[in-house]
């Protein structure tokens, strides 16, 4: 079967290993206890080196205002060019990881230890433990949506589902 793309959107997140990173769209929460995390790299990609590597990355999710960087990312090479050097982006340490920093202007991150997941396939799937997480409120206000192929979107309204309190009985 062919792959289509009309599932979308989904909340763009940039993953950094090491001192590379690039955007991501095929992730999910799959586990609160453990805090657990599972996500795709592509085969040909070399961040899935970094990650087989150093067995670390952190999920970064950044402001819908960063967006035309975090995709370029997409287009650059971690085995020809510093990606942070060429876009101009200033990396600080992750706070509980051996060698990956993340963008200073993350507004949230989560920390991960990754293992990989034997599957077949053209992308290969890891599942990455939560060892760390922190983030500002502002990382849920605009977050950049991936609608497919090159268009992106972020969020024009929100709503938050209120259900009906319960009645109380009445006591005699």
Not at 97 to 113: G, I, M
Not at 140 to 154: C, H, M, V, W, Y
């Amino acid at each position: 079967m062919q792959y289509t793309s009309w599932f979308y959107p989904m909340h763009l997140a940039l993953l950094a290993v090491g001192e590379n990173f690039i955007p991501i769209a095929w992730w999910t929460p799959i586990s609160k206890t453990p805090f657990r995390f599972l996500f795709a790299v592509d085969k040909k990609n070399y961040t899935l080196a970094l990650l087989r590597e150093k067995g670390e990355a952190a999920l970064c999710f950044l402001a819908w205002e960063e967006r035309a960087w975090i995709v370029q990312a997409g287009y650059l090479s971690g085995r020809q060019v510093s990606k942070s050097q060429q876009l101009g982006i200033s990396l600080r340490p992750a706070r509980h990881l051996a060698t990956t920093k993340l963008p200073e202007r993350s507004l949230a991150v989560f920390e991960l230890r990754v293992h990989e997941l034997p599957l077949d396939g053209d992308h290969v799937v890891f599942t990455g433990d939560v060892i760390h997480a922190e983030g500002e409120a502002e990382a849920k206000e605009r977050p950049i949506l991936f609608l497919g192929f090159r268009d992106f979107a972020t969020l024009g309204e929100r709503w938050r589902f209120e259900p009906r309190p319960k009645r109380r009985k009445k006591i005699p």
